[in-house]
């Protein structure tokens, strides 16, 4: 039998047995856009019930293992990957509830549970995704127990060797992993925690964390080539070539590409050049800015300068990290942000919403949203700070608009937390939560809004201008890593080199006969001047009678998000 401290270490070992692959798991996302975290997020979730399990007697139970993991882990869930994990984990909550101790049918029945709970929970299960991966290793493990299995190691282990099997086959059922040639990233991280389980059942201790045992992260290509650093990394002095920059060189006829990129790598690193027709887009980490910039003028005339001391950045990153760490030990206690506040009686309504950016967190206080939560593409927040954030609104109902797909399941999550009614609008980008908010009637029954704002909120384009994460290969296009992206309603729709033209023609393609109204809000790395002429390109390029407006929304991630009503 499994005593309660063997289940407990279980749940830390594959917790840690994550938290050390957490990057590989991100990798394994195929779209090329930035929002591979996957990893993080599952980690993050049942990250959140390590201190909880520390803190857990050695004489628990495994009704108090399970308990304890479901709970930290519900407040914690980030991401639709971390909510599915959290689900899978709540099913041991209530298999083994009132139990000290568990056999191999009662981790049978708790696997079973959490599978059921989790494929409740999406609206449309897709085969071939981590829902898959625990329904296999599940149906096998009850399999093995109709057969007369009574070991719970040994069942375990079945449980493992089931879901291995099936993520191996996950790319047989979803063809964008076959053509990618990888596995689904979900999946691979609960095989990563169903085995780190494993090694403490079969006898071996629990993994330890690599952070907890202070070794140093690694720090991916992707990642250096970006420019980031922390102090846990690096020194300033290890900055070899300081300065990034970054230009566009409208060819003349004979330029060689192959000749300019030769240089820059022969003077600086994190050498990236993309070529069309028309430009070459170059970066490049540098000693001598000056020096590279002379010799491309050979090539060609040069627009859309960029350069950035990279030790001066890494000093502020050092200063900044030392308020992110208080921020991460304030999420303990979220209502440093959100104060709690009891219901009026005498209010009805209360918003909070999703965002990233100061501008857009101004946009949406400006229209009647009581608290915003910081988040977005490539940071979910966490369920508790959704929670935090509406019981910071004293109003008897509050609307939550995600703003982004991956936060709609830890949104619906909150429900079962929160002491107050919670209306979840299903808003997959900014643009549709922002219409949404524009169609809200004070004097309308909460159903009534939540119908009249939805179908509003679905009548809105989106347009979203990034770069490619990665090289890969997408709806048959072959896309260099740096390339600029352009994706209508989550599709990928203009592959560019160029931001801003990218950006006038992905709002061109997108205004139809009906059209009247385009939004061009642009984010943090856009300058003011460029953002004016965006929107005066994007506004020449239009229909004639479509009106542009122009909004500094300051969000990471995304150079601009387009809206076309």
Not at 77 to 92: E, H, K, P, T, Y
Request: aromatic share 6%; hydrophobic share 40%.
């Amino acid at each position: 039998m499994i005593t309660g401290k063997l289940l407990k270490d279980c749940f830390l070992s594959g917790a840690h047995n994550l938290a050390n692959q957490r990057a590989s798991v991100d990798e394994l996302n195929v779209f090329p856009v930035p929002d591979g975290d996957t990893g993080t997020n599952m980690s993050m979730t049942i990250g959140a019930a390590v201190p909880e399990l520390e803190r857990l007697g050695d004489d628990c139970t495994v009704d108090e293992a399970a308990k304890v993991t479901a709970s930290a882990m519900l407040r914690g869930a980030r991401g639709n990957s971390g909510v599915i994990s959290s689900l899978l984990f709540r099913g041991f909550s209530k298999a083994l509830q009132g139990k000290r101790a568990a056999g191999a049918a009662d981790l049978s029945a708790a696997l079973a549970k959490g599978v059921e709970g989790a494929y409740k929970a999406v609206m449309k299960p897709t085969e071939g995704t981590m829902l898959t991966v625990a329904r296999v290793a599940s149906e096998q493990a009850a399999q093995a127990v109709a057969e007369g299995q009574q070991d719970p190691v040994a069942l375990w282990r079945t449980v493992c060797d089931a879901a291995r099997d099936a993520l191996a086959h996950t790319p047989e059922q979803l063809p964008v992993l076959k053509k990618a040639g990888v596995v689904d990233a979900g999946g691979q991280g609960l095989v990563i925690i169903f085995a780190g389980m494993l090694a403490v059942l079969e006898g071996g201790e629990v993994i330890i964390s690599h952070e907890a045992a202070g070794a140093k992260p690694k720090v991916s290509a992707d990642t250096a080539s970006r420019g980031v650093f922390t102090d846990d990394l690096m020194k300033v002095e290890d900055i070899k070539n300081g300065y990034c920059t970054q230009f566009l060189v409208n060819k003349n006829p004979d330029a060689s590409c192959d000749k300019l990129r030769a240089f820059l790598e022969s003077n600086g690193d994190s050498v990236v050049v993309i070529e069309d027709d028309e430009v070459i887009n170059c970066h490049v980490h540098t000693t001598d800015p000056g020096k590279i910039i002379t010799h491309a003028l050979q090539y060609g005339y040069l627009t859309n300068f960029k350069i950035e001391n990279m030790h001066e950045q890494f000093l502020a990153r050092q200063k900044q990290g030392e308020g992110l760490r208080k921020q991460a030990a304030a999420q303990q206690d979220p209502a440093g942000e959100f104060p709690y506040a009891a219901v009026d009686p005498e209010r009805a309504y209360g918003f909070v919403a999703v965002a990233a950016g100061e501008g857009l967190k101004a946009v949406f206080q400006d229209l009647g949203v009581d608290a915003v939560v910081s988040g977005g593409q490539t940071m979910n927040p966490a369920t508790a700070d959704i929670v935090a954030a509406v019981q910071s609104v004293p109003a008897k109902t509050v609307f939550v608009l995600p703003n982004n797909k991956n936060i709609i399941m830890a949104s619906e999550q909150a429900k079962k937390i929160a002491d107050r009614e919670i209306v979840v609008l299903p808003t997959r980008t900014v643009p549709q939560g922002i219409t949404a908010m524009l169609n809200f009637d004070a004097d309308a029954s909460a159903n009534d809004n939540a119908v009249a704002m939805m179908q509003a909120a679905e009548k809105v384009s989106t347009g979203l201008v990034t770069f490619a994460a990665r090289d890969s290969d997408f709806d048959g296009r072959k896309i260099k890593k740096g390339e600029i992206l352009g994706l209508e309603n989550g599709k990928l729709a203009i592959v560019g080199t160029d931001i801003t033209k990218t950006t006038y023609r992905l709002a061109r393609s997108m205004c139809k006969k009906d059209s009247s109204f385009v939004t061009v809000i642009s984010g943090c790395d856009v300058s003011e001047e460029d953002a004016q002429r965006t929107a005066e390109l994007v506004q020449a390029k239009c229909p004639s009678g479509i009106e542009v407006t122009s909004l500094n929304g300051g969000q990471p991630v995304y150079y601009y998000m387009i809206s076309v009503e």
